[in-house]
């Protein structure tokens, strides 16, 4: 069983306020940079979640465990299978976003309100996905597209999983004061 990470991804965004700051994620991945930018008027809580995880750590040496060139790079698995999480689960935010390239979107079961760590980032325009999963956050410029396109393009086996493993190396919130 997953630890479960609720008591610290509550305590590490206690200071979130969304009224007084703008927030961002870096990944520092294997193949570069990722800077996404949060939309926290549409997916409040998504953002949230995964700002505490990423404060807490809970990402750094994780791996990209499905990549599907076209569709999405998948992330957020604890045992690099797609099977595990943070012990806990959050309700989805579906909104009007679109999922196109660059796009950061959570992942889940087919319960709706089954999101936990594991995310994705679109490789190109889905538009089955939306109003389906919740949309969160967009790459903030293009040199970090380039770097999620990069990770689209790895040789992956039969099961979508990268034959050399896509690693984030560290992660960290940018606040930025309104």
């Given at each position: 069983m997953s630890k479960n990470y609720r008591?610290?991804?509550?305590?590490?965004?206690?200071?979130?306020?969304?009224?007084?700051?703008?927030?961002?994620?870096e990944f520092d991945t294997t193949l570069g940079?990722?800077?996404?930018?949060?939309?926290?008027?549409?997916?409040?809580?998504?953002?949230?979640?995964?700002?505490?995880?990423?404060?807490?750590?809970?990402?750094?040496?994780?791996?990209?465990?499905?990549?599907?060139?076209?569709?999405?790079a998948q992330i957020g698995c604890p045992q690099g299978t797609g099977t595990g999480g943070p012990g806990f689960t959050i309700d989805q935010e579906f909104n009007e976003k679109l999922h196109e390239a660059g796009v950061l979107s959570m992942a889940r079961t087919n319960d709706p309100n089954s999101a936990g760590s594991q995310f994705f980032i679109c490789l190109d325009r889905v538009p089955h996905l939306d109003n389906q999963y919740t949309v969160f956050g967009k790459t903030a410029n293009q040199e970090?597209?380039?770097?999620?396109?990069?990770?689209?393009?790895?040789?992956?086996?039969?099961?979508?999983?990268?034959?050399?493993?896509?690693?984030?190396?560290?992660?960290?919130?940018?606040?930025?004061?309104k």
């Amino acid at each position: 069983m997953s630890k479960n990470y609720r008591e610290e991804v509550d305590a590490a965004v206690a200071d979130v306020d969304f009224e007084k700051n703008n927030y961002q994620i870096e990944f520092d991945t294997t193949l570069g940079t990722i800077l996404l930018d949060m939309w926290p008027d549409v997916a409040p809580e998504h953002c949230k979640n995964v700002f505490g995880l990423t404060k807490v750590g809970f990402y750094d040496g994780i791996i990209a465990h499905r990549v599907i060139p076209g569709f999405v790079a998948q992330i957020g698995c604890p045992q690099g299978t797609g099977t595990g999480g943070p012990g806990f689960t959050i309700d989805q935010e579906f909104n009007e976003k679109l999922h196109e390239a660059g796009v950061l979107s959570m992942a889940r079961t087919n319960d709706p309100n089954s999101a936990g760590s594991q995310f994705f980032i679109c490789l190109d325009r889905v538009p089955h996905l939306d109003n389906q999963y919740t949309v969160f956050g967009k790459t903030a410029n293009q040199e970090s597209l380039d770097v999620v396109m990069k990770i689209g393009q790895v040789e992956t086996n039969a099961q979508d999983r990268p034959l050399e493993d896509v690693k984030i190396n560290s992660t960290k919130v940018i606040v930025t004061p309104k």
